[in-house]
């Protein structure tokens, strides 16, 4: 994909300030610029309340110097809560915001079931234990946003056809995916690439890139057999 995560969304939220069908009046922010008007975009990253103002805060890191001014005033207001949308934070319970403030998709994978990361999405969190079992998951035909670091592979059931694709970046519209990823769509695999090498012998790659090994392996790619277990298999 040719999208960097933070370009391809603020180009979305600056193709919805416009007046669209269902849309609402919204004040969309990056780390120093906002823009206001009719959007259909108001799941992705934080909103912001104040008692005179709202924002939605895109993806990014935000201090006590952001600019606009007036956000940069909303965010060290008293009366200033924050409230993170699904997939950017483990608690939906408004707080109040710290600086500087990192607005992230927590590790996984965000589906919107429109384009351009519109309407309300679906979080898949990535798996981070050996004992995890990843069970193929239904991908609405809309929108995408990956973690950072994260590697995901979507399979399509087209009468019976099998097409493969794998996504390392964020993808606003799934309708241009190849033509072969036409038909039912899932996500067959969800993982970190973070680690350098990369894991073998079936290990876990961490948020924090260390490989987690299954019984009997260690290393930093889990490559050697642990103390008193022996063979290919280190068993």
Do not use: H
């Not at 919204?26 to 206001?36: D, K, N, Q, R």
């Not at 899932?186 to 350098?196: A, P």
Request: with cysteine; aromatic share 8%.
């Amino acid at each position: 994909m040719t999208y960097s995560l933070f370009s391809s969304i603020f180009l979305a939220a600056l193709n919805t300030i416009t007046v669209v069908k269902a849309a609402q009046t919204v004040t969309v922010c990056s780390a120093g610029e906002c823009l206001t008007g009719q959007s259909n975009i108001t799941r992705l990253g934080a909103a912001l309340n104040t008692q005179s103002n709202a924002y939605l805060l895109l993806p990014g890191q935000y201090t006590a110097n952001v600019q606009p001014t007036a956000l940069s005033q909303a965010l060290t207001s008293a009366t200033a809560t924050l409230t993170f949308t699904t997939g950017f934070s483990n608690s939906s319970t408004a707080t109040s915001p710290s600086l500087p403030l990192n607005v992230a998709l927590q590790p996984g994978l965000l589906n919107y079931p429109s384009d351009l990361y519109t309407g309300d999405p679906s979080f898949i969190a990535l798996p981070q234990s050996i004992n995890s079992t990843f069970t193929p998951t239904n991908i609405n035909r809309g929108s995408i946003i990956l973690a950072a670091n994260t590697v995901a592979a979507l399979e399509a059931n087209n009468n019976g056809a099998k097409s493969r694709v794998v996504l390392w970046d964020t993808v606003p519209f799934i309708s241009q995916l190849p033509y072969t990823m036409a038909g039912n769509l899932q996500l067959v695999s969800l993982l970190s690439s973070s680690c350098s090498p990369p894991c073998s012998n079936n290990a876990v790659c961490s948020v924090g890139g260390s490989c987690i090994c299954p019984t009997g392996f260690t290393g930093a790619s889990c490559e050697e057999c642990s103390p008193g277990f022996y063979g290919p298999q280190c068993t």
